[in-house]
């Protein structure tokens, strides 16, 4: 199986910051990554795709980056409905493994 | 609109089984694939396996192997995944979710882009 592995964990920041998470595949997966955020009590929802293409209905403060082993997600410029779990996930291979998730918080 | 409707929560004995639901509306059922994704209290998500709502055909991941079956009836746009032999690390939110592929230059890339609610399923004696 492909392990996905995100860092940080957690991340404090404050509204207006610029923030990039990590996402590292244990072998490479080509552009086969996507991007969820997920707030407490909901279902995740689908950010971004093949590692940098935005979901429909995505803001642009919102931007993924990488392929084969290494990917990054960035927000420009948070903004407080921006606080929320995210976790990347690999669609090379089954079974489609996810990161363990970086919890976005308020600083 | 598009999007997929769970059924509500279960509480089930250790050895038990659990069967949750997963209606589709908004598109036709058949088209895409369902997944199955859980996730335990505070922990990750994690994939179960698919289904080809058309074919019925599916792919479990190795962990569940043995122990869940995904199946569907078409006639009313529903998915199923059950899990027996339930023990207590099997509590957890079970999630379905549409398999969208979007095409880029003749690569196929798969999303899970709409999601149902989430049933909570607790183990308990």
């Known amino acids: 199986d492909i392990q996905m592995t995100q860092s940080p964990s957690s991340l404090s920041a404050s509204v207006g910051d610029r923030v990039t998470i990590t996402c590292r595949a244990s072998?490479?997966?080509?552009?086969?990554l996507n991007w969820y955020q997920q707030k407490p009590g909901k279902a995740p929802k689908l950010l971004i795709f093949?590692?940098?293409s935005l979901h429909s209905g995505v803001p642009s403060r919102f931007s993924g980056s990488g392929s084969g082993t290494h990917f990054t997600l960035t927000i420009s410029s948070l903004q407080p409905e921006d606080f929320a779990t995210y976790s990347c996930q690999q669609s090379y291979s089954t079974p489609y493994t996810f990161g363990q998730g970086t919890k976005l918080e308020i600083k | 609109q598009v999007q997929v409707v769970q059924s509500g929560a279960e509480v089930k004995k250790p050895g038990a089984s659990v069967k949750v639901s997963c209606k589709a509306s908004g598109y036709t059922f058949t088209t895409y694939d369902i997944n199955w994704v859980r996730q335990a209290t505070g922990q990750g998500l994690e994939w179960m396996g698919w289904?080809?709502?058309?074919?019925?055909?599916?792919g479990y991941a190795q962990k569940f192997q043995g122990r869940v079956t995904m199946t569907r009836n078409t006639s009313i746009s529903t998915a199923y995944m059950e899990l027996s032999s339930l023990g207590s690390e099997d509590t957890a939110v079970y999630y379905c979710?549409?398999?969208?592929?979007?095409?880029?230059?003749?690569?196929?890339?798969?999303?899970?882009?709409?999601w149902g609610q989430g049933t909570t399923v607790t183990v308990s004696s």
């Open positions: 979710a549409r398999m969208y592929y979007y095409d880029t230059s003749g690569y196929l890339y798969y999303t899970m882009d709409v």
């Open positions: 072998q490479t997966i080509s552009s086969y």
């Open positions: 093949a590692a940098s």
């Open positions: 289904m080809n709502p058309s074919s019925g055909n599916t």
